[in-house]
């Protein structure tokens, strides 16, 4: 995910891992410290509630955090670890090989999973890790690495669920997502008025949520982090991006990129994705393979210190447990596992049987905490930089209240290879803003729908308003909304789960039904002809 305004470490905002863009001059600056007086008392007391820390023998924790940990390590036991029993299977769904292409859907398998990867792999993978890494040390990588293993079995829930009660329109599109499992399924395992009338206060509320952040994190941030890096690495305030006009031109040939895709639906956002993704994902793990390899000599001692620092004392917030709590802290905000946001693309597919989503969606955390997280983590400590080093030292010498922006970290070990690794940086940044942007647009188009019909008109108005805040977001940082937007996203986990344990025997239901069908031939490999491709 890359809105990861709590995930610096055990500390709340202000936000200490993202450059910031340059406050706007005259009349903006007026009406965004409007919006932000208005915005701040709103925002400080529900961050205050949602992101509220516990202690835990001497260590803050978040517990919203703590409440999507504990769901993934419940969904693990409670499905027999399917993450690793089934990882073999899941990769099979997502070529296709067990799904015709007339079957009912919109997108294949694997524009499925990269619409939903689109919307978590971002900023928050490069600057994220680079300040967790900062606060609670090398071992910090290895509690993300096990809290995106366990945070693959609530992505299997909650996305068979988004298929099983999806709803399939007269012109053949789909619509998805925690506002429609909540709605149906709630009602459905509690059938009577109370059941019905809490599916469907839960449902609109999700709704309201997601909409929300579709409009402010997943649109107005991403813009306006977007020209920050790009700002940055063309010389800054002297730069070819440094005038006032800059941010307002970049807005709109933005707005320009993104309504493109946006207008065409959920097929036009898969083929987009379907080729983003995987690109993004190889230019960025290419570039930290390379660092890795320059450094080569470094990877046993970093690996040992990443071993080492998971269960000794080391790190800013509060020593090997620390080092834990930031590790699930960035897993948790970075895969949105539990969020229910993943669900609205995945439900999208070309599938009868629902748990084949299920399996096709757990892949997704691996690909966005274990494999990009990490690779961003073992980068960082294999350089070793100065400037990493000195982070930490006056991290700890403030309790933590005084981080280095992470993105900068990230961005000097980068820099120990060649000089310019920084613009390969800001590229990856670049398409990992645009890919989320874009595929929050449809996550808030379908809350959108659900709140206020689905016809052409109302999805038109929605989306000429969504585009035209990519504009308003590359101007205007608006720190509190964005702040208030967050909050909001993880109030909806609250909710969410609270759905998932009370459909998880629907779940089961489905898995085995899938089961049955593979062992008595009933659902066999299709021939490549007839598959639902990449």
Same mark, same amino acid.
């Given at each position: 995910m890359s809105h990861v305004t709590h995930a610096a470490g055990v500390t709340s905002p202000p936000r200490t891992d993202v450059l910031a863009a340059p406050p706007p001059p005259g009349v903006l600056a007026d009406i965004e410290n409007t919006i932000n007086s208005v915005f701040d008392p709103i925002s400080s007391w529900l961050s205050s509630v949602v992101f509220y820390e516990v202690s835990v023998f001497g260590a803050d924790f978040p517990w919203i955090v703590a409440w999507l940990v504990l769901a993934g390590i419940i969904f693990t036991v409670y499905f027999g670890f399917v993450q690793f029993r089934s990882f073999a299977l899941a990769l099979k769904i997502v070529r296709g090989k067990y799904t015709r292409r007339d079957e009912p859907g919109e997108i294949t398998h694997f524009q499925a999973l990269a619409s939903a990867l689109s919307g978590t792999v971002g900023l928050g993978n490069i600057a994220g890790v680079g300040v967790a890494v900062t606060i609670g040390g090398a071992g910090a990588t290895f509690w993300m690495i096990v809290a995106g293993l366990l945070s693959m079995a609530t992505k299997f829930v909650e996305c068979t669920l988004g298929v099983k009660y999806r709803e399939v329109h007269a012109d053949g599109t789909v619509s998805g997502g925690p506002m429609h499992y909540l709605r149906m399924g709630v009602a459905e395992r509690i059938p009577n008025g109370f059941g019905r009338v809490l599916g469907r206060v839960l449902a609109a509320g999700a709704a309201v949520m997601i909409l929300f952040f579709g409009v402010a994190g997943g649109n107005m941030f991403q813009a306006n982090q977007t020209f920050a890096q790009l700002r940055n690495v063309t010389g800054g305030e002297e730069g070819m991006l440094g005038t006032g006009g800059a941010a307002l031109a970049f807005g709109?040939? %933005?707005?320009?990129?993104?309504?493109?895709?946006?207008?065409?639906?959920?097929? &036009?956002?898969?083929?987009?994705?379907?080729?983003?993704?995987?690109?993004?994902?190889?230019?960025?793990?290419?570039?930290?393979?390379?660092?890795?390899?320059?450094?080569? &000599?470094?990877?046993?001692?970093?690996?040992?210190?990443?071993? &080492?620092?998971?269960?000794?004392?080391?790190?800013?917030a509060g020593g090997a447990l620390g080092a834990l709590i930031v590790g699930f802290q960035r897993a948790a905000f970075s895969n949105e596992a539990g969020l229910g946001s993943s669900p609205i693309a995945h439900s999208a597919v070309r599938t009868k049987n629902p748990a084949t989503e299920g399996y096709v969606a757990l892949i997704e955390p691996f690909v966005d905490t274990v494999i990009i997280c990490t690779m961003t983590a073992l980068t960082i400590v294999i350089a070793g930089t100065p400037f990493w080093q000195q982070a930490q030292a006056t991290a700890f010498a403030s309790g933590g209240e005084d981080v280095a922006d992470g993105v900068i970290?990230?961005?000097?070990?980068?820099?120990?290879?060649?000089?310019?690794?920084?613009?390969?940086?800001?590229?990856?940044? %670049? %398409?990992?803003?645009?890919?989320?942007?874009?595929?929050?647009?449809?996550?808030?188009q379908k809350a959108?729908?659900?709140?206020?019909?689905?016809?052409?008109?109302?999805?038109?108005?929605?989306?000429?308003?969504?585009?035209?805040?990519?504009?308003?977001?590359?101007?205007?940082?608006?720190?509190?909304?964005?702040?208030?937007?967050?909050?909001?996203?993880?109030?909806?986990?609250?909710?969410?789960?609270?759905?998932?344990?009370?459909?998880?025997?629907?779940?089961?239901?489905?898995?085995?039904?899938?089961r049955r069908k593979l062992r008595s031939g009933e659902v066999t490999e299709v021939e490549p002809s007839e598959r639902s491709m990449l």
């Open positions: 709109v040939i %933005l707005a320009l990129v993104v309504g493109a895709v946006v207008f065409g639906g959920i097929k &036009s956002i898969g083929a987009v994705t379907g080729r983003l993704v995987p690109a993004m994902a190889i230019i960025y793990v290419t570039a930290c393979l390379i660092v890795i390899a320059v450094n080569i &000599s470094q990877v046993p001692s970093a690996m040992g210190l990443i071993i &080492s620092g998971a269960f000794t004392p080391e790190g800013v970290v990230t961005s000097d070990a980068f820099a120990t290879v060649l000089p310019w690794f920084p613009y390969v940086l800001a590229l990856a940044v %670049l %398409l990992f803003a645009l890919s989320t942007i874009i595929t929050w647009g449809y996550y808030g959108w729908t659900y709140l206020f019909g689905k016809n052409m008109l109302s999805e038109r108005i929605y989306q000429v308003i969504f585009c035209l805040f990519v504009i308003v977001g590359s101007v205007l940082t608006l720190g509190s909304v964005l702040d208030f937007a967050d909050a909001v996203l993880f109030l909806l986990a609250v909710f969410n789960i609270m759905g998932l344990y009370v459909m998880a025997p629907v779940v089961k239901r489905e898995v085995a039904e899938f």
